[in-house]
């Protein structure tokens, strides 16, 4: 008979919730969003014996369940609520076997809510090396519960631990800390006032509504403000939530002096040496520079070669597609529409690999934190956190989750500062653009004795500028925000791991899937779109194309060949999509652009990467379909309308890495603004700040360079 | 077999264009949920 | 005239006696930053800002300004 629990995974920051999960699901994972919020939520399935199947839910991380922020408001949210689909039949608290004090703080408080809870103790290989020794039966006695010995890096207590979620039935649910000792009177009366309630539920969504005004009560409980309840001030309640604190401490103080020894003589650990270098007033700075250096470099050239594979592998494709299917418009759409705009996205799965792959790294490793801790001095100055740095590193990679990533950041000017500039750092999907028009219009060569090429050099000045230009808007902001700050901020320095290879392979896959699915759609569905506009038309001029360019060119004497190019061109300009680039043209034609680039900047305004789709659609339809040229190569042979010369030259290439720099082009960075910042008021600010910029400094670029 | 061909790239077409559509446009009615306590909602 | 946190130098502890609820924000105290509890600076940024401390085992960062609210007893 096969049954399935509801698990959930609970914790501190930093404890391997993720990477017990990651050991308990393997492959069989989805992320998803909770409905209505953007916080990521990760499912997967664990086989258990006897038939039953485990559905665990990895829950963001959380220091206790007086939640401050969205991220955390998803756990109580999940925990307080029985009714929901997520409410778990067993939670596992997943503790650090280093920092087991703190991390029984949350436990004690999830016990409270009469939850059968088991205590995962992570990180158990860690023990002999800190002198560590543990008394299970004692802490199992105290706690009132199963506490299993894990070590997710080395697949230890695994089995232990699946083998307790099975029998979760036979855990004791009686709490280990009596909180209403923190104001015996006021209890008593909420006991009285909600006999069916759960007393220390009823406490936790009394402060919930303190710190989170909006959070969905279980209905039963929705009346409590209403009724002639004594309502307690803010003050008053914070300070009550101080003493619950404080209360819980001594519990656990008093535990883990019977069940915890160290051995602190041998806890001299790695962590002080590297944090002595990487910390350092000047080699910290230099270290981190050099590691930004190493990751531009990497992505740029490493990624040369698969790119170039995959770049030629679907212009062959589409080439050979074109030959064997008979001739017709499906036949069209595959190999002049689709397949070039897929062949846009799929060449850059190499690149987004590499950015996670070293985002990841840093995270897991532990460095980011150092990093926050380095730069906070310096962003505070401008508005900003040293958490920033974290959502303007990880907005290379992509804006949405960097938005997200603002989250933790304490003070509310500050966040607010770091989501609005945030979409000026590069995102990978600016990447596309940047290569094809670096690889054209920069000249081959290199500085420093052929360690760092010209075109690197140049990505790279492109990302500074991204930095740098966040960096600028965070302090105007600052100065112009009526916003007053708190300045709090409060940052755990993890200690320094080898990152699990497991867990960064699952992150690099997950975000390229994600990327090329996400993104992949969208391109599907444009370069249909345009397809269909470019190889259609009405008017004389489309219609009669063949007779009117044969008649006008009927001097030349072109080869066959020359002329099918020629009529293909004069189609394509009276197609549907010719005269909608005509119309654009005249605001583009100022920064250096034709009508067709014209069309390629519109449709990135659905995401930046379909720019290169959207040309590669256009080019293809264009051509007559035998030659089998890369995107780049057609790029080449572009001739500007206007000035003549090549399309793609220095003064156009540099107006259009500037315009993409800086302008907002990407609906769903919006979208997450607006959900975030919950109101259209600062997404719709920042578009046209963004695009006023970007359209300026192209300008600006092509005028002086042409 | 021509008609045909037209017809069903038509079809796509339409798909295409009212996928973006919806994606881009109906979105826009999300429940209000706010950030922070200390946050954007007041 | 009592010290805080913001005067120990690096390496030096102390213990911590007491801070107004108002300046200091939940999740310190939720780390284990309580009256009582021993407090290690490790290390510190220029400027002295954000300050590295071991706070009862764990390691954490904050910012001068708050260092600067939780007053401390020198050990010895
Ligand atoms: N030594 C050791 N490190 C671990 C273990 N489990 C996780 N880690 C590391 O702890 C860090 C945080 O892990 P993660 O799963 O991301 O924690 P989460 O934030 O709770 O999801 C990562 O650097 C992991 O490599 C373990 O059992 N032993
Ligand atoms: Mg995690």
New interface residues.
Partial sequence: MARSIKVSLIGNPNTGKTSLFNRLTGLNQKVGNYP??TVEKKEGICKLDRGIKAHILDLPGT??L?????DESVVIETLLDRTSKDFPDVAVVVSDV??L??NL?LFTQIKDLEIPTILVINMADRMKRKAISLDIKQLEEDLKTKVVLVSSRKNMGVEELKKAITDFKSLDIEPCVNASVIDPVYFERLRKAYPNQLLYKLWLVITQD?????IDRNRDLTDLKTTSFEIKSE?DL??L??KE??VR?QFINGLLKKALSIDTATAKDL??RL??IL?H?IWGYLIFFTVLLVIFQAIYDWSGYPMDFIDESFASLSSWLSNKLPA???AD?LSEGIIPGLGGIVIFIPQIAFLFLFISILEESGYM?RV???M??LM?KFGLS?KSVVPLVSGTACAIPAVMAT?NI?D?KE??ITILVVPFTTCSARLPVYLIIVGLVIPEGSILGGLLSYQALTLMLLYLLGFATAILGAWVLNKILPINR??????????YKLPILKNVLYTVLEKTKSFVFGAG??I???S??LW?LASYGLGEQYTNAEQIVTEKYESENLSEKDLNQKIASHKLEYSFIGYIGKGIEPVVAPLGYDWKIGIAIVSSF?AREVFVGTLATIYSVESDGEDELTIKNRMKEEVNPILGGPLFNFASGISLLLFYAFAMQC?STL?IV??????WK?PAIQFVAMTVIAYASALAAFQILK | ??TA??I???I??VI??L??LR??IG??K????????????K | MSITIAHLKRGESAIILHFN??DV????????C?PGNEVTV??S???Q??I?LNI????????R??AQKISVERYG
């Fill in positions: 209505g919020i220091y206790s007086n939640t401050t922020s969205l280093e920092n004090k703190r703080l303190v710190n989170f005004g909006k003050a914070k300070r939530q101080h604190t404080v401490y962590r002080s944090d002595r910390l007033k017709g418009p499906i759409l934190s926050v801790f380095l906070d001095h505070k040293g989250r304490e509310w966040r607010l708190k300045s709090f901020f409060v940052m755990e320095m993890p200690a759609k969208i599907m569905a444009i249909v779109i269909v659905a609906m979208a607006k959900r975030e910042t919950n109101s600062w | 077999m021509y061909q037209i069903v790239v038509v796509l077409f295409a264009l996928w973006l994606k881009y979105q826009s999300d429940s209000n949920n706010c950030g922070n306590g200390d946050c954007g909602c | 609820e108002i924000p939940l999740k310190l105290l939720e780390m284990g309580l490790m290390q940024a220029p400027f800002d954000p590295y009862n085992g764990t390691h954490l960062a904050i910012r300004e708050t």
